[in-house]
């Protein structure tokens, strides 16, 4: 499966933004999904992950109360909503999509090595 992430950009603190997930090749709806980011220099870090049916949502502490997950699986896509955007959000944002069995997933839902489709990675800057 293809995916292409969309919808970066560059926004004040305190701003919204909403990131969308395209895949293309494979219906995503197979595939358990998650966004993660990162800052030249630094290490990849996990944001959030869903499940292949929507059902079940997981977030990093740090963007817990102010970026949702979400997904569209007749549309292909899955998004996340940005709220409340502080300058340490700055981050070069990836999708990316793995099919785990449910009980892997709770291990596994945070682990970027665990995932093998990977998007292009879309950039938001947020300005202080």
């Known amino acids: 499966v293809q995916l292409q992430a969309s919808g970066g950009g560059l926004v004040q603190a305190g701003g919204s933004l909403t990131l969308s997930c395209v895949a293309s090749g494979r219906s995503l709806s197979n595939y358990d999904m998650a966004w993660f980011r990162q800052v030249s220099g630094k290490e990849r870090e996990f944001v959030a992950a869903i499940v292949k049916s929507g059902g079940v949502t997981y977030y990093a502490d740090s963007v817990k109360g102010r970026f949702t997950i979400s997904r569209k699986n007749l549309k292909n896509t899955v998004y996340l909503q940005l709220n409340s955007l502080k300058p340490e959000d700055t981050a070069v944002y990836y999708c990316?999509?793995?099919?785990?069995?449910?009980?892997?997933?709770?291990?596994?839902?945070?682990?970027?090595?665990?995932?093998?489709?990977w998007g292009q990675g879309t950039q938001v800057t947020v300005s202080s």
């Open positions: 990316a999509a793995a099919a785990f069995i449910r009980s892997v997933w709770f291990d596994a839902r945070a682990d970027g090595s665990k995932y093998y489709y």
